[in-house]
């Protein structure tokens, strides 16, 4: 069966859409996935099991949570191409700064990188990779992207925590 790996977009964040991921994991287990995994209390799920649609992840979390949550999902093969891929690996010094923004569809957006410089972004695919020097708290990037530019089905996550879901995903 193939690894998965879930990305929940906006739980858990200041009191708000609380999802425990214990609840996660039993949930996870119910649909019929094995080995389920989360890593930090972000909404980040990595399992085992058959290939189905976000919507259908969506719709088991709002039954079971009562709120509805945008999913993300990407195979254990997809993410692996995330990081092999990173056009930003030579500049991204600090994992804390480095995110991947992962959508659901194709990424696109019209915003020229020269306009947020130093802070920088690549769009690849489904995936848009930031650099934000000055740290992602503070970054005018990051704040558009997250809340005009890639829309309700898209979510961010940092280097470190891309990394160590690949890694997941490969235990």
């Known amino acids: ?11 858990n964040v200041g009191g708000n859409k609380r999802v425990e991921m214990a609840r996660l994991r039993a949930l996870l287990e119910e649909l019929g996935y094995r080995d389920a995994r989360t890593y930090v209390n972000s909404g980040n799920a990595v399992f085992s099991g058959p290939s189905r649609s976000e919507k259908h992840l969506e719709a088991a979390i709002a039954k079971a949570f009562g709120f509805e949550v945008p999913v993300v999902l990407r195979s254990r093969d997809e993410l692996a191409d995330i990081v092999q891929a990173n056009p930003l690996r030579d500049i991204a010094t600090d994992p804390a700064k480095h995110l991947v923004v992962f ?3 194709e990424a696109s957006t019209d915003l020229d990188p020269a ?9 690849r695919g489904r995936e848009v990779y930031v650099w934000a020097p000055g740290g992602i708290g503070t970054s005018p990037l990051a704040k558009v992207l997250a809340t005009k530019a890639l829309g309700d089905k898209s979510t961010a996550r940092n280097w470190r925590t891309v990394e160590k879901l690949l890694a997941l995903a490969d235990s």
Do not use: K, N, S, Y
């Open 115 to 123: 306009d947020f410089a130093p802070e920088t972004f690549h769009v």
């Open 1 to 11: 069966m193939p690894r998965q790996i879930a990305l929940l977009r906006g739980v």
């Open 103 to 105: 959508c659901a569809a």
